[in-house]
């Protein structure tokens, strides 16, 4: 998503700023950012819980959640990226 939001350079005209300012890419870019940033806050909030006699901490499940949904992620495009062809007369 960031990577339709480009920097700005250090001289631009007013004309061409409005063009350049990609309102609506921003605007939802800081509307992600500002959910994660809430979840993440509120995780860092809770302590550990009992259930019975496991303890839970919210911390290492969200760092858990987060590492398993990345390794997802990653080997999701690895798998669209890296096609290997074993036949040389298909390639």
């Known amino acids: 998503m960031s990577t339709h ?6 001289k631009e005209s007013k004309e061409q700023l409005k063009e350049q300012t990609l309102f609506e890419q921003r605007f939802i870019l800081a509307k992600k950012t500002h959910e994660i940033t809430l979840l993440t806050q ?3 909030v809770l302590d550990h819980t009992m259930m019975g006699i496991i303890s839970l ?7 858990d959640g987060l590492r398993k949904e990345l390794c997802r992620k990653l080997a ?5 990226e890296f096609v290997f062809v074993t036949d040389p007369k298909k390639a």
């Open 42 to 44: 509120g995780m860092l």
């Open 57 to 63: 901490d919210p911390k290492e499940i969200l760092v």
């Open 76 to 80: 999701e495009m690895l798998h669209k």
């Open 5 to 10: 939001v480009k920097e700005f350079k250090v």
